[in-house]
């Protein structure tokens, strides 16, 4: 007896429609996006972070009455996770700078 094969069709083209358009998107967003890099000078600074958020603004960039204003902000978070007898080292770090300028064009 022969197996219908009508009916798995629509299955089929719904599979490879998805397929096709995830290898298409896959495609296009690595082509488009920066590998990266990892800085040292970044990562000794991560690690030198103190747990904790922070947030400053710096004395020699200070916003009073000069066109230049800057605020940094930090934060550490470090944690080790015990489950199912695996342990887990969760450390997260964040530095932002926001920098104001004045400019005269």
């Known amino acids: 007896m022969p197996l219908p094969l009508a009916p798995l069709l629509p299955i089929a083209l719904r ?3 998805v397929a096709t358009t995830t290898f298409a998107l896959t495609r296009w967003v690595r082509a488009r996006t920066h590998p990266g890099r990892t ?18 603004r710096p004395a020699d960039r200070a916003a009073d009455g000069g066109a230049d204003s800057q605020t940094n902000a930090t934060a550490r978070l470090r944690r080790v996770i015990r489950f199912r007898g695996r ?19």
């Open 15 to 17: 599979i490879g429609m």
């Open 87 to 105: 342990t887990w080292e969760f450390d997260a770090g964040l530095m932002a700078r926001l920098r104001l300028r004045q400019r005269n064009e």
């Open 39 to 56: 800085d040292q000078r970044a990562e000794d600074a991560f690690d030198d972070l103190g747990e904790g958020v922070s947030l400053h």
